[in-house]
C-alpha cells in the first residue's frame, strides 16, 4: 500500500530551494491525521549507507527508533550527540535508523540535492560530519517517506516489531523523553505516547545555527533572518556564550537569550 501523502504537497514543493516563513509555521504543529502512537508505518524500501535496506517489511526482531535529520538541520546538529550516548546504552536491544531527508536549510554550499545519487551523497556527508555509528537510510528525491510522516526536519518515531507506531518525539534533540520511552521498550515493556517539547528543544539548537549557515551558505543565512528573525537574533546572540558546547547553549543560556531578545524589541513566539 502505497504511504498516505498531503494532498497539498508535491514531490517539487518538497524540494524547496529557499527556506520560507511558511515552513517554519508547518514545522511546528502535526496535523490530527499524522502518523503517531498506534499508526502502521507505510510501506518503504530504502537503500543505507552500508549497503544494506531499511524496509517495512523487514524491521527485524529488535524495536526501531527511526529519526529524520539532514546536515542543515541545526536541530539534527544538536540531536546527533544525544542520539549516539542513547546508542551507546540502548543500541544492542533497539535498532537506530537516521532517515536522510530534504536539506532544511540548502544555501549556496549545501544545496538542496536534486538527483538521487546527490541526495545519496548528501546522506555521506551527513553521517561522517557526524561520525554517525548506526545505520543512515536514504529517503527518495521527492521525499516519499518523510512526506507521508507530515515532513518535519528532525522527528523521531519508536516503531515495534510488527510496524507499530508506539512513541513520537517532535524532535530528536529531546533525550530525556526518548531516553524515557527507550528505557521501556529496552526492557520488553508497552510504551503509547508522544512528546511535545518545544521550546527548549529549539533553544537547544539555535547555538547551532551560526555553525549551519557556515556550512550551507550566506544564502541560508538571509533567508533565516527573513523567515524566521527572532530565531536568526537568538542564534546571533549565542555567539555571546562561545565557551559553552553549542548543543547545551540553548538550555544553559535560554533566559539570557531571550531577556537579550526582549531589550532588542523582539517578541519571541515558540508555539
Same mark, same amino acid.
Given at each position: 500500500?502505497?504511504?498516505?501523502?498531503?494532498?497539498?504537497?508535491?514531490?517539487?514543493?518538497?524540494?524547496?530551494?529557499?527556506?520560507?516563513?511558511?515552513?517554519?509555521?508547518?514545522?511546528?504543529?502535526?496535523?490530527?491525521?499524522?502518523?503517531?502512537?498506534?499508526?502502521?508505518?507505510?510501506?518503504?524500501?530504502?537503500?543505507?549507507?552500508?549497503?544494506?535496506?531499511?524496509?517495512?517489511?523487514?524491521?527485524?526482531?529488535?524495536?526501531?527508533?527511526?529519526?529524520?535529520?539532514?546536515?542543515?538541520?541545526?536541530?539534527?546538529?544538536?540531536?546527533?550527540?544525544?542520539?549516539?550516548?542513547?546508542?551507546?546504552?540502548?543500541?544492542?536491544?533497539?535498532?537506530?535508523?537516521?532517515?536522510?531527508?530534504?536539506?532544511?536549510?540548502?544555501?549556496?554550499?549545501?544545496?538542496?540535492?536534486?538527483?538521487?545519487?546527490?541526495?545519496?551523497?548528501?546522506?555521506?556527508?551527513?553521517?561522517?560530519?557526524?561520525?554517525?555509528?548506526?545505520?543512515?537510510?536514504?529517503?527518495?528525491?521527492?521525499?516519499?517517506?518523510?512526506?507521508?510522516?507530515?515532513?518535519?526536519?528532525?522527528?523521531?518515531?519508536?516503531?515495534?516489531?510488527?510496524?507499530?507506531?508506539?512513541?513520537?518525539?517532535?524532535?530528536?534533540?529531546?533525550?530525556?523523553?526518548?531516553?524515557?520511552?527507550?528505557?521501556?521498550?529496552?526492557?520488553?515493556?508497552?510504551?503509547?505516547?508522544?512528546?511535545?517539547?518545544?521550546?527548549?528543544?529549539?533553544?537547544?539548537?539555535?547555538?547551532?545555527?551560526?555553525?549551519?549557515?557556515?556550512?550551507?551558505?550566506?544564502?541560508?543565512? !538571509?533567508?533565516?533572518?527573513? +523567515? *524566521?528573525?527572532? /530565531?536568526?537574533?537568538?542564534? @546571533?546572540?549565542?555567539? =555571546?556564550?562561545?565557551? #559553552?558546547?553549542?548543543? !547545551?547553549?540553548?538550555?544553559? +543560556? *535560554?533566559?539570557? /537569550?531571550?531577556?537579550?531578545? @526582549?531589550?532588542?524589541? =523582539?517578541?519571541?513566539? #515558540?508555539?
Amino acid at each position: 500500500m502505497a504511504p498516505h501523502l498531503p494532498a497539498q504537497q508535491s514531490g517539487q514543493d518538497y524540494r524547496f530551494e529557499r527556506f520560507r516563513t511558511r515552513l517554519l509555521i508547518d514545522d511546528m504543529t502535526f496535523g490530527r491525521d499524522a502518523l503517531g502512537p498506534g499508526s502502521r508505518l507505510p510501506e518503504f524500501d530504502l537503500p543505507t549507507l552500508d549497503g544494506g535496506r531499511f524496509t517495512s517489511r523487514a524491521l527485524g526482531r529488535r524495536p526501531v527508533l527511526m529519526v529524520f535529520g539532514s546536515r542543515t538541520c541545526p536541530v539534527t546538529e544538536s540531536a546527533v550527540p544525544a542520539l549516539k550516548r542513547l546508542h551507546t546504552r540502548f543500541g544492542e536491544r533497539v535498532r537506530f535508523v537516521l532517515v536522510n531527508t530534504r536539506e532544511a536549510h540548502p544555501g549556496q554550499t549545501i544545496r538542496q540535492p536534486v538527483t538521487a545519487a546527490e541526495k545519496h551523497r548528501h546522506a555521506q556527508q551527513l553521517r561522517d560530519h557526524h561520525g554517525i555509528p548506526f545505520e543512515v537510510a536514504v529517503d527518495d528525491i521527492d521525499g516519499t517517506l518523510h512526506r507521508a510522516f507530515t515532513p518535519k526536519p528532525n522527528s523521531a518515531y519508536l516503531v515495534d516489531a510488527t510496524g507499530t507506531i508506539t512513541f513520537r518525539a517532535h524532535w530528536a534533540n529531546d533525550e530525556t523523553s526518548l531516553h524515557r520511552a527507550l528505557e521501556q521498550v529496552a526492557s520488553g515493556n508497552t510504551v503509547h505516547g508522544r512528546s511535545r517539547a518545544m521550546a527548549r528543544p529549539l533553544l537547544r539548537a539555535v547555538g547551532h545555527l551560526p555553525g549551519i549557515v557556515t556550512a550551507a551558505g550566506s544564502r541560508t543565512g !538571509r533567508d533565516v533572518w527573513r +523567515a *524566521a528573525p527572532p /530565531l536568526a537574533i537568538l542564534g @546571533a546572540l549565542s555567539r =555571546l556564550f562561545p565557551r #559553552l558546547p553549542a548543543d !547545551r547553549r540553548g538550555p544553559a +543560556a *535560554a533566559a539570557a /537569550l531571550i531577556a537579550c531578545a @526582549a531589550t532588542a524589541g =523582539l517578541v519571541v513566539v #515558540l508555539v
